[in-house]
């Protein structure tokens, strides 16, 4: 039982580059959500899906795209990466009680 | 909109004194959920305590209380007897649980705590 995990844990872009992160949960919850954690901050929703094939933006959508084919993974696209985008991105789940949030160990992104 | 306020940006605390980490809230929405979170310096998010806006009793988890006080929209962490594992930064985060806004949680900037022996 693996809880939330998080690929891959580092990388490092070069500005206009795309990657994609990914969220893995086997806990069969319908809800997952994407952070991002910059220095000094505390995370911000970047997106999230409350159920398989469905997904909603957040309150820092811009320059990320993501998809949520099979309910047990969420995906986090960046299609062009900018130095902005250097950050650390962490995954979240939660099932139907509104009082958890299970996060993933994050993804630190660098882009130069 | 909600908003998360943590007014403490660091904090240095004897070991085996108790601690109290500050956070404000603004909501316009009637049902809300309060959590705290501890982030080590190895960066995982650790969750430590919830309260509902509709709970009677203030929420505790051990050596964690959470002293919320709804009419001030204050939601402040205790720690008892604290230890140089506790050694971390602190969010604060919230969530409205009315239906038609966005879910996910609405996080403060936090405060690092420190521990001295």
């Known amino acids: 039982n693996a809880g939330v995990t998080q690929t891959p844990k580092f990388r490092v872009l070069k500005t206009g580059q795309s990657m994609t992160l990914l969220c893995a949960q086997d806990?069969?919850?319908?809800?997952m959500y994407w952070y991002r954690q910059d220095p000094g901050m505390g995370l911000r929703l970047i997106h999230y899906s409350v159920g398989e094939g469905t997904t909603a933006k957040g309150e820092v959508p811009d320059g990320y795209n993501v998809s949520r084919l099979k309910k047990q993974n969420f995906l986090l696209g960046l299609e062009s990466a900018a130095p902005s985008q250097t950050s650390v991105y962490f995954c979240?789940?939660?099932?139907?009680?509104?009082?958890?949030?299970?996060f993933g160990p994050g993804t630190r992104l660098t882009v130069l | 909109a909600q908003k998360i306020t943590q007014t403490q940006p660091g904090m240095f605390v004897q070991e085996k004194e108790a601690v109290t980490l500050d956070c404000t809230y603004d909501?316009?929405?009637?049902?809300?959920?309060l959590f705290w979170y501890k982030q080590p310096s190895s960066g995982e998010m650790i969750f430590l305590i919830y309260?509902?806006?509709?709970?009677?009793q203030n929420a505790t988890e051990g050596r964690y209380s959470l002293n919320f006080q709804k009419a001030r929209k204050s939601a402040n962490l205790v720690i008892s007897a604290s230890q140089l594992g506790d050694s971390a930064m602190y969010f604060c985060a919230m969530r409205a649980l009315s239906r038609g806004g966005a879910d996910g949680l609405t996080f403060g900037k936090g405060t690092h705590l420190i521990i001295q022996p």
């Open positions: 979240a789940t939660r099932g139907p009680s509104y009082n958890e949030q299970f």
């Open positions: 806990m069969n919850h319908e809800y």
């Open positions: 309260q509902g806006s509709y709970d009677q």
């Open positions: 909501t316009s929405d009637p049902s809300y959920g």
